[in-house]
């Protein structure tokens, strides 16, 4: 019979790679709580509506990217493509912006787009995402940035870009709006068919194309950076003097809209060179309006998302493979010894040690071979005649040096050696 296969696009995590989702998470959890961040969770599924409004009715995401259904009762819900809108739904919904002057909140977990499937690029994919409301001021946006940095390095990846920009306010982009759209008309039918129909619903979002002959034409659009009032420049200034007082490397670049309509003010990118087209490991920015726009109170906002697959793919090239290593492996002869055997391990991992056994009283020869195979570091071998001494051998794997000890002491002998490496 024919095996049934996942959804493509949708991947497993197996148990070989997941030693890196494991470091990853972890690293952010305890990071974004360093910075003062606290964990929601909030359902993968929520209302259409909820993304046609957070995110923008004209963005590639909410166009042609969403998992979109109706349920058994008719209802219109979408698998979420990302966390911010659920995040700001959670927060107004329970009032969360009544307990203090700010709030900080994180989440990590998966997110659905129908995109086309290829390398750093997946239908179900996961994100850590971080969301800071109630602050206007320059200083956490820089500081949300700084974050991400000691992120990636906690996590171990390095050589990546930090591209910053700023994208202004309603009042700056309706002028540059204008302007852009002056030179869409006058650049004429150059660009895709996508980008014509952009130039009359969203201009901005022509910077989202993928369409190499576009990108070229772009080169020289005007650039909303030049069109900021002085209340936005100042903002932005200070962002990055920020940035420079927490010793965090950036460039400026002018091109980053970022995919979403909410976006204001500070936009940024943490860039790649090393996954191909698939070069953004995350992204974020300033979104004041959006709270208020779903029925929120008028607080300002700041977050960032950051993609996991990517930073698993980094790590890969960069350190191989990751092994969770057993830290002991139990050997027996015998049924008795077997037994002995079991009940020791189950005392050493009572103890916080990874260990390992054979279950199937196999050949001493195949023990050994599966021992060696799961890369554990001691190998304890107990065989009727050390039972009977009340003994056991004690097989360093690393330095291929072996030795007898009682078995009353096993368990200290090997904390013992083991804490001198
Ligand atoms: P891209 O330009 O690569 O499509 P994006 O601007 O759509 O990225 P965001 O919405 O900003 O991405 O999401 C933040 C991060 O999530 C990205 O930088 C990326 O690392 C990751 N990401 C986004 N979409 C996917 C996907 N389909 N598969 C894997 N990771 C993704
Ligand atoms: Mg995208």
Request: charged share 30%.
């Amino acid at each position: 019979m024919e095996a049934v296969q996942a959804v493509r696009g949708m991947n497993d995590i197996l148990p070989e790679q997941v030693g890196w989702w494991q470091g990853i998470e972890s690293a952010a959890r305890e990071v974004l709580e360093n910075f003062g961040y606290r964990e929601m969770r909030t359902p993968v599924a929520e209302k259409l509506e909820l993304f046609a409004r957070g995110i923008g009715e004209s963005t590639d995401i909410v166009e042609k990217e969403m998992y979109a259904f109706q349920d058994r009762n008719g209802d219109w819900l979408a698998l979420r493509p990302e966390a911010t809108a659920s995040i700001v739904r959670s927060y107004v919904q329970h009032k969360l912006h009544a307990d203090s002057g700010h709030c900080k909140f994180y989440q990590i977990g998966p997110m659905f787009r129908h995109e086309r499937p290829q390398k750093g690029r997946y239908r179900q994919f996961h994100q850590i995402d971080a969301e800071v409301f109630g602050l206007d001021g320059p200083m956490i946006d820089a500081e949300m940035m700084h974050m991400l940095d000691v992120l990636l390095e906690r996590i171990g990846i390095s050589g990546v870009t930090l591209n910053i920009n700023s994208l202004g306010c309603a009042k700056c982009r309706q002028v540059y709006r204008e302007a852009l759209k002056s030179f869409l008309v006058e650049k004429g039918d150059g660009f895709c068919g996508d980008c014509m129909r952009r130039r009359e619903t969203n201009p901005l979002r022509v910077f989202d194309c993928k369409v190499q002959r576009c990108g070229e034409l772009l080169e020289s659009a005007p650039r909303l950076i030049d069109y900021i009032c002085d209340d936005c420049r100042a903002h932005f200034d200070a962002v990055k003097d920020g940035l420079e007082k927490l010793g965090t490397r950036y460039a400026v670049n002018p091109r980053i809209v970022r995919g979403l309509d909410y976006y204001m003010r500070t936009t940024f990118e943490v860039i790649t060179d090393r996954l191909g087209s698939q070069n953004a490991i995350g992204g974020g920015g300033r979104y004041d309006g959006l709270v208020r726009d779903l029925g929120g109170p008028d607080v300002p906002a700041v977050g960032f998302a950051m993609g996991m697959e990517r930073l698993v793919l980094l790590l890969e090239q960069e350190k191989g493979r990751p092994v969770r290593l057993p830290r002991c492996f139990f050997a027996s002869l015998g049924e008795k010894a077997g037994q002995s055997a079991f009940l020791l391990a189950q005392q050493f991992r009572g103890q916080g040690i990874e260990t390992e056994i054979d279950y199937e009283g196999r050949s001493l020869k195949s023990q050994m071979r599966r021992a060696d195979k799961s890369g554990a570091r001691y190998v304890l071998i107990l065989g009727e005649d050390e039972l009977a001494r009340r003994e056991i051998q004690l097989r360093d794997m690393l330095t291929k040096t072996q030795r007898i000890v009682p078995l009353e002491n096993i368990l200290e002998t090997l904390l013992a050696v083991d804490s001198e490496k």
